[in-house]
């Protein structure tokens, strides 16, 4: 399997960073670029759909100092533009480190080990336990990762989506609106990859005011309204008025993890794939305070439709009739080591999963009894009630599903320059 050293990075780095030689741009950023590292390489997957960044010592900023992990993506950008022709819409890119306390826990998951909770200690042998012992005790030892998964949006291609912060980056593929990055293998497969593929254009409406008390507060997500989405809000139909400005619904404020949930109507419109008069009317509480998980009070709940919204933001642009419905990815994995057959097999999986143009079942693509302990980080700890419900979210919604048949997408292959 193709196999290479990443350039040295001194040029990139200037490119990345823009203020070589100053005082202040200073060593903090030099060590995030992991380009200058020796030890770094690149990887191409076995089918050629993605490709492994690998440097064991570079990527301390994502474990430990979620300070300033601009510089760091600039340079993963900045290689993928270096090795690679293809112009994608987004990368994607995956934190997959061995040494992590998740993957340590996986393994031992897989080993045999089993769930935490569902472990009799009893019937362990003295060599079982002796193990377990031992690798609880690397665990204990390891980091997590600082940063979780996020969405970087540095270019807009459509008008009437708001507008928010663009970061800036870079040029790259100009075809690129920016990056996911997810904190874990698992994050491509579940809803976080969804939720986080849906900030390139939500929540970042502006108006009407009612509205964006909602969105800013929640760092862009729906708040307490029905958009109902994977970035957030209440499931349309669920509030329930208990009295006295007090409210009960099936709510998530800032957005679901969990792969069960399509995007909204509004959120289809964002993305292009839905024209407006599909959008029905939003309720807004207005005033809210939050009591319970899904208890809160308002001094209101107003209504905001899709045409006061459109007279705020303007049109989105192109409208439905023009705007792409298919969208190109690129997956890049950030590690510590070389990737596996086995570790490769996964991200096919995912890929072949995500990208299916046809509605596909999660425990097709993923059997349970092949990877255990992925599962068990999808649907949470059995026995309590969230987990139940996590549960019952299986299977999961891949890509063509969660837009209800109306967007594509593809992990390209890639084309080394
Ligand atoms: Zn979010």
């Known amino acids: 399997m193709p196999f290479g050293r990443i350039a040295s990075g001194a040029l990139l780095y200037v490119a990345a960073c823009g203020c070589l030689g100053t005082v202040g741009c200073g060593a903090d950023i030099v060590d995030a670029c992991f380009l200058d590292s020796p030890e770094s390489s690149y990887q191409l997957a076995p089918g050629g759909r993605a490709v492994a960044f690998s440097d064991p010592a570079s990527y301390d900023h994502i474990v430990y100092r979620p300070d300033i992990p601009g510089p760091l993506f600039s340079c993963v950008l900045d290689e993928f533009t270096r090795l690679f022709k293809n112009q994608p819409d987004s990368l994607v890119i995956v934190f997959d480190f061995e040494g992590l306390g998740v993957t340590i826990e996986r393994a031992l998951q897989e080993a045999g080990f089993g769930r935490l909770a569902d472990i009799e200690f009893e019937e362990l042998t003295s060599e079982q336990l002796l193990a377990?012992?031992?690798?609880?005790?690397?665990?204990?030892?390891?980091?997590?990762?600082?940063?979780?998964?996020?969405?970087?949006?540095f270019r807009r291609f459509e008008a009437g989506v708001g507008q928010g912060l663009l970061q800036p980056f870079p040029a790259g593929p100009p075809t690129l609106r920016g990056f996911l990055?997810?904190?874990?293998?698992?994050h491509l497969v579940g809803g976080v990859f969804l939720h986080e593929f849906g900030h390139h254009w939500g929540a970042r409406l502006i108006a009407p005011p009612v509205f964006a008390a909602q969105t800013v507060p929640t760092l862009n997500h729906w708040g307490y309204s029905s958009v109902g989405g994977v970035l957030g809000g209440?499931?349309?139909?669920?509030?329930?008025?208990?009295?006295?400005?007090?409210?009960?619904?099936?709510?998530?404020?800032?957005?679901?993890?969990?792969?069960?949930?399509?995007?909204?109507?509004?959120e289809l419109y964002l993305m292009g794939l839905a024209g407006p008069e599909e959008v029905p009317p939003i309720e807004v509480a207005v005033g809210v305070k939050r009591l319970r998980s899904d208890i809160f009070s308002a001094s209101a709940i107003e209504t905001v439709t899709i045409e006061q919204i459109i007279e705020t933001n303007g049109p989105r642009l192109p409208a439905v009739e023009d705007s792409p419905k298919h969208f190109k990815l690129a997956l890049v994995v950030l590690t510590d080591h070389e990737l596996s057959d086995a570790d490769w097999n996964f991200y096919e999986r995912a890929m072949d999963f995500l990208a299916a143009p046809e509605e596909r079942l999660l425990d097709e693509a993923f059997p349970a009894e092949l990877y255990p302990a992925h599962f068990r980080a999808w649907t949470g700890s059995a026995g309590d009630e969230a987990a139940e419900n996590n549960a019952n979210d299986l299977p999961f919604l891949n890509f063509y599903t969660a837009t209800g048949g109306r967007g594509t997408m593809e992990f390209v292959t890639l084309v080394p320059k």
């Open 132 to 153: 377990f012992a031992e690798a609880m005790k690397v665990i204990g030892r390891t980091p997590t990762p600082t940063v979780g998964s996020f969405t970087w949006t």
């Open 181 to 186: 990055f997810l904190a874990r293998r698992e």
């Open 234 to 266: 209440w499931r349309p139909g669920s509030l329930v008025s208990t009295g006295e400005g007090v409210y009960e619904a099936d709510v998530a404020p800032r957005g679901r993890a969990s792969g069960k949930w399509p995007y909204a109507p509004l």
